[in-house]
């Protein structure tokens, strides 16, 4: 988790402050495993982690910047964005950007949140140079042509309406918007049609040059690869365009803030012709950092997990009132979510909205028993180390870990985290975070006694 060794190379002597650091922050086993950091100068970071026994490579660029740093009039920039840079650069069209990753049978997209962005290729190991080079180009030399913000504009409304028409997706922007306000957080990440439509390319280029930086960015490579390679490969690529500077530049820190939620008892009400009603139940979590994450997220599982949690159990299994039940936990630099999901018939939102209420409430005052502790914590340790058992996961969990955290937490050191957790934190949390007072976002077509009706479920 800490750093093991660390080397630091001078340029020349023109170059005097333009240092590399090279550390190794996980020593693997036989070089399995093995986490390696450079800082360029220009503050560009470059994280890879060796898997020698694969024969593939993942090879992303993280971008400090997320929908939270938006403006109002801003709101969905950081997702256009996102577009944008597929759509050509100074040595490469839109059509040669996705070509030249067909042409090697590899994978090429991008996503973006609340906090970050990121724009990744996975492909064979010997075809990772190619991967860089087109990836590096589109973060540096993308061109954002008026002509192609505005055919995109066309894409992103339309994304904009296929979300709409889920409403099982829709209703968890609503629940933030029920949660956050308007507010950055509380905004969803793909704007609005209205902000989508007031956008213009010189505004999204200055939000480009901006949060773009090499200070804002860090590079990740998992799977099998030489981090030397990738090192040289990421330079060359960036100093190609112009894109690193020749002095020590500090890298962008991760974001903290102290930033609390207080909302609470709100109900908000979609109408929608839908045969389910979704709803989302939930009240404030806690921030990516909180310690208390661990027992946390033992919690949830143990809440609404997997087949054998009370949600699923008491809502589906014993009276099957909904086919999709879960609960989740969304961590920011500064708070946090908590919420439970369903989607049923409208008729029986009311039992079902009851029936969570109720367990969050029981587990709040009671706790989990002991053996739900050690199943849920058994569950979080399997399932964490099956969600990365691919070279994109590891390539996402490196890249996450050092732009949100500015560190690296080997998955032994994660599993002993979960395993650490006692069934007293468990409940502790519980009471923390179950006993406040929920919030209820609602999308489905219910009528107006019913949407009175919702406001019970919250006092």
């Not at 809502?315 to 919420?339: H, I, N, P, Q, W």
Request: glycine residues 10%; proline residues 3%; aromatic residues 4%.
């Amino acid at each position: 988790m800490t750093s093991s060794s660390s080397t630091a190379t001078a340029r020349t002597s023109s170059e005097a402050r333009a240092v590399a650091r090279t550390q190794t922050l996980i020593k693997g086993t036989n070089g399995i495993g093995t986490v390696r950091k450079t800082t360029l100068p220009g503050g560009l970071r470059i994280v890879t982690e060796t898997l020698p026994s694969v024969r593939s490579a993942t090879f992303g660029i993280w971008a400090h910047v997320g929908s939270r740093d938006e403006t109002p009039a801003l709101n969905g920039a950081t997702h256009y964005l996102e577009h944008l840079l597929f759509k050509g650069t100074t040595r490469r069209s839109a059509l040669d950007i996705s070509s030249a990753i067909d042409a090697v049978g590899g994978e090429m997209n991008a996503f973006t949140a609340k906090e970050y962005t990121c724009y990744y290729a996975r492909v064979l190991d010997t075809d990772l140079p190619l991967a860089i080079d087109v990836v590096c180009d589109m973060l540096t030399g993308s061109l954002i042509l008026e002509e192609d913000v505005n055919v995109e504009r066309g894409a992103i409304l339309e994304e904009i309406a296929m979300t709409e028409d889920d409403p099982g997706d829709c209703v968890h922007d609503l629940f933030a918007h029920t949660m956050l306000g308007d507010t950055p957080l509380g905004r969803p990440v793909l704007g609005t049609v209205d902000t989508v439509n007031a956008l213009t390319a010189d505004r999204i280029r200055r939000f480009y040059k901006k949060h773009y930086d090499p200070t804002h960015l860090v590079v990740a490579a998992a799977g099998n690869i030489d981090h030397n390679k990738v090192v040289r490969q990421v330079r060359a690529a960036f100093e190609k365009a112009g894109a690193l500077k020749k002095t020590d530049a500090t890298p962008i820190a991760p974001r903290d803030g102290s930033r609390a939620i207080r909302t609470a008892g709100r109900v908000e009400l979609l109408g929608r012709k839908t045969e389910q009603a979704h709803v989302v139940l939930g009240m404030p979590g806690l921030a990516r950092t909180d310690e208390r994450r661990w027992a946390l997220g033992v919690l949830n599982t143990a809440l609404g997990g997997g087949m054998s949690s009370r949600l699923f159990q008491e809502v589906r299994e014993k009276r099957g009132l909904a086919y999709s039940v879960y609960s989740y936990t969304s961590g920011f630099a500064d708070c946090g979510l908590f919420g439970v999901y369903a989607g049923c018939r409208p008729s029986q939102v009311h039992d079902v909205l009851k029936i969570c209420r109720d367990e969050l409430d029981h587990v709040a005052e009671h706790g989990l028993s002991d053996e739900e502790i050690g199943r849920a914590i058994g569950q979080l340790r399997g399932s964490t180390v099956l969600g990365l058992e691919d070279t994109g996961a590891l390539m996402n969990r490196i890249g996450k870990s050092e732009l949100c955290w500015g560190d690296q937490m080997s998955v032994d050191d994660m599993l002993a985290r979960i395993a650490e957790v006692t069934p007293d934190a468990v409940r502790e949390v519980a009471r923390d975070i179950l006993g406040q007072r929920p919030s209820l976002a609602v999308i489905g077509p219910l009528k107006d006694k019913q949407a009175a009706r919702l406001q019970e479920t919250v006092a």
